[in-house]
Each structure stands twice: as structure tokens, then as C-alpha cells.
């Protein structure tokens, strides 16, 4: 769907480096998610935000800031990458009744060398 | 914390078959089961949910069950075709509203559905 939007699609990067991966949504939904996927972990929770202003930890937050200064927008930085946080990273968003369901973005495939 | 068990890792069914993916769960406080389908590639899409006030739910070839007793929730692919073939994830959630999103995934199971 092209409202949530992910940048950049693909990102090389070498250890220790900062990184920011962009999230941008069009509807207004009040919920954002950041998962990342790897081969045998399916998709895991890093970090989720309800509202402006509001985030909390997933289940793989280490490593990991997200702020929400607009609802809109919704950025993941790896402060310091490791080969670890090689992945593809999948931003979500949902209403906040919950009636429309998870939409993710298409993804962002990060390279940690 | 939840956990959720998917199998099969992977399901190779001929076309026209029926096949079917099971999940369980370990926190009965979890109340929302999607299921989504991902193709190589591409983002994973919502097939089909249910909540935990409903057994079972269906839509066209694809239905849903759930036995919060038992604490697992089966996807039922019924006249399958090669289109079907993908990667599909289980989830569970304890949330309500959009903090529905906060999903426990399954590691998924690879569907090849041969001509």
C-alpha cells in the first residue's frame, strides 16, 4: 500500500556506524511498529509507539532508539550497527480502534559489514 | 513472555489438495490470532484473523480455527493452488485496539503447492 512508505529500501553499513531507517505513513493511524525478519526467527517486535510522543520496548529492543516526534513518522536508529542487526526491517501501522488491519511497509534489507 | 510454536516448517501439497498449518500459543491471555501470507520478497499480508470469542472463522478457500483450551489455532487452505505457494505466519496478541499490533509471530511455514 502506498501509504506507509519505507527508506531506504536496501542499506550497506559498516559496523559501528549510525543508521536511521525511515518510516512514513499517510494515514493517520496512531499505532507504528518496527520488526525485523530473519531466516528462522520469523518477524520479532523491536520497538512500537501508540501515539506521538509515546514508545515502548518489543521484544528485541537492545541496540535500537525510535522517537515519534509526528504522527506521521516513525524513524529506527541503530546508534552504533553490529553484524547482528544485518536484516530486513518491516514498519507497521494501525488504527487505534484496531479495526483496519496491520499494514507493513515493504521493508528495508540492512547489510551490517 | 508468549511464545508461539508453528509446524510444519515447510508443507509441499499438489494442487487441489487441502493443507493445513498449526500453531499453539502459551499465554492464555493472548485474544487476537492473524495469519499472513508472504510471498518471496514482498511485505507479509493479513489472510485472515480471528479473536479468541470465536472458534472458527472462514473466507472463500481459507479458514480459521482456534481452541483456547487447548491453546492453538490451525490455518486451513482448502483447493489449493500454485498461487498459494508462499511463506505464512501465525501471530498472537494480547492486545485490543491497535495495540493488537504488538504481535508474537511464529517462524513461519514454507507452502509449495506443485501443478
Not at chain 1, 30 to 43: A, E, N, V
Not at chain 1, 63 to 83: C, D, I, M
Request: charged share 20%; net charge neutral.
Amino acid at each position: 500500500d502506498a501509504g506507509i512508505t519505507q527508506s531506504p529500501r536496501y542499506k550497506i553499513t559498516e559496523t559501528g556506524r549510525q543508521v536511521t531507517l525511515m518510516c512514513h505513513q499517510t494515514w493517520s493511524h496512531s499505532y507504528m511498529f518496527w520488526y525485523r525478519q530473519d531466516l528462522g526467527h520469523g518477524l520479532r517486535l523491536i520497538y512500537y509507539s501508540a501515539a506521538a510522543d509515546i514508545t515502548d520496548k518489543g521484544e528485541v529492543p537492545d541496540g535500537y532508539v525510535v522517537s515519534r516526534s509526528k504522527t506521521e513518522n516513525f524513524p529506527l536508529t541503530l546508534e552504533s550497527a553490529t553484524r547482528s542487526q544485518t536484516s530486513v526491517y518491516f514498519c507497521a501501522s494501525s488504527d487505534r480502534q484496531g479495526n483496519s488491519p496491520l499494514h507493513f511497509g515493504n521493508g528495508t534489507r540492512l547489510t551490517v559489514t | 513472555g508468549e511464545n508461539v510454536e508453528q509446524h510444519p516448517s515447510t508443507l509441499s501439497v499438489q494442487e487441489g489438495d487441502s493443507a493445513v498449518i498449526k500453531c499453539t500459543y502459551s499465554d492464555s491471555a493472548s485474544n487476537y490470532f492473524p495469519w499472513y501470507k508472504q510471498e518471496l520478497g514482498k511485505r507479509p499480508q493479513l489472510i485472515i484473523d480471528i479473536r479468541s470469542n470465536v472458534g472458527e472463522k472462514k473466507d472463500q478457500r481459507i479458514a480459521v480455527t482456534l481452541n483456547k483450551t487447548a491453546k492453538h489455532f490451525s490455518l486451513h487452505i482448502t483447493e489449493t493452488q500454485p498461487e498459494d505457494s508462499a511463506v505464512y505466519f501465525c501471530a498472537a496478541s494480547q492486545g485490543y485496539g491497535g495495540s493488537q499490533g504488538n504481535l508474537i509471530f511464529g517462524k513461519g511455514t514454507k507452502l509449495s503447492v506443485k501443478p
